[in-house]
């Protein structure tokens, strides 16, 4: 039988950061992936995604700053960007709700502006605004695929094994260790860290409770830009109801979601199909506040969340098996520092936010 210090299960961005810093501290790892690396059937893949400070949570936004230093930090490791540094708006947020951020981001020591709908049009005229915007310019764009990409090739040269189109189907604890079942056979480990999104609690069933997790299926949509030379900063519409996000992306536009908006699904008859309704919606709002976007240019793609009850992030151990899913969309940015989580619980060398244990 086939044995490792630890078995990762899942080859996304957690359970790949989560290898390559397992290896830094010395484990021989073993990533078992049920597709192939970048599959587009989980929440990984694409492009690009957002990076910013927490405008409204201190501990988000102290767990943020600290995830940028851990970004810094794998760049100079790999040689490759990561973050790409362009600033981010947020907007769409009552008077008094934009002095309270700020004052936060001041407490910290973060740099902000805040700018009256006006000026903030006139340094982006591909945006509209109605409402104070609170300008981050340390805020940037995630290269989701770069990094990754960078990120397992780092991995493999310390010695991990990516397997793919090897899917686990059942994790049992045996004795002082575990052992993780797949179609090729069993691999005995003395840990597993499981990062399989909304796969996670079929997974464990059996070995470990974990909170009730659902898949959603959102679909953000790429608009063309009328004019390439337009600055395209990451924003975030706060105002109720209407909870936006967006991120240029080089050949493929300028990428809009409305927030955690899609239903939920089964994931084995998830069917990568745009719902009217939503797709109908969103089109309109990029057309009501995007006048530097052309609406009859666009492609609409599909991505899964995974979603729990409580609404927070779960990273813990139990014995040998570590767990983190429940990631809500909006996990990217954390990416190194849930692999620092991972590691410090396999090692022993620390625990995580108490909001995100089991």
């Known amino acids: 039988m086939e044995t490792y210090d630890v078995v990762v299960v899942g080859a996304g961005a957690m359970g790949s950061a989560a290898a390559r810093a397992l290896a830094v501290a010395g484990r021989e790892v073993l990533v078992l992936e049920q597709y192939e690396l970048g599959h587009s059937k989980g929440g990984s893949h694409g492009g690009t995604r957002l990076f910013r400070l927490s405008i409204d949570d201190e501990a988000e936004l102290l767990r943020a700053a600290r995830a940028k230093v851990l970004w810094s930090e794998l760049e100079d490791e790999t040689g490759v ?16 709700q934009v ?10 020591g973060v740099q902000y502006e805040v700018l009256e709908p006006a000026a903030a049009m006139e340094r982006w005229p591909g945006m509209r605004f109605d409402s104070q915007v609170l300008y981050q310019p340390g805020s940037a764009r995630a290269l989701a695929e770069q990094a990754l990409t960078a990120i397992r090739a780092s991995a493999r040269g310390l010695g991990v094994e990516f397997r793919t189109g090897c899917a686990a189907t059942a994790v049992r604890v045996v004795g002082d260790g575990v052992e993780v079942e797949t179609a090729a056979g069993v691999v005995r480990a003395g840990q597993v860290v499981v990062t399989a999104g909304p796969w996670t609690a079929e997974l464990l069933a059996g070995a470990l409770e974990v909170p009730a997790i659902s898949a959603s299926q959102e679909q953000p949509r790429f608009f063309a830009p009328v004019d390439e030379s337009t600055p395209w900063p990451v924003f975030v519409d706060r105002r109720e109801g209407t909870p936006a996000y967006g991120v240029f992306e080089e050949g493929r536009g300028v990428k809009i979601g409305l927030h ?46 995974d979603n729990t009850v409580r609404g927070d992030f779960v990273v813990d151990r139990r014995g040998p098996i570590s767990v983190a899913t429940g990631f809500h969309g909006e996990g990217f940015k954390f990416v190194p520092l849930i692999a620092r989580y991972l590691t410090d619980l396999v090692t022993g060398a620390g625990s995580t936010p108490e909001s995100f244990r089991l």
Request: with cysteine; charged share 25%; glycine share 6%.
């Open 81 to 96: 960007q990561m973050l790409d540094v362009v600033g981010g708006v947020d907007h769409g947020l009552a008077e008094p």
């Open 99 to 108: 002095a309270e951020s700020a004052a936060l981001l001041e407490r910290h």
């Open 260 to 305: 955690a908006t899609g239903p939920r699904i089964s994931l084995e008859e998830r069917d990568f199909l745009v719902e009217p309704t939503r797709d109908a919606a969103l089109i309109a709002y990029a057309e009501e506040w995007f006048p530097g976007l052309d609406v009859t240019r666009s492609e609409a793609i599909s991505c899964v969340y």
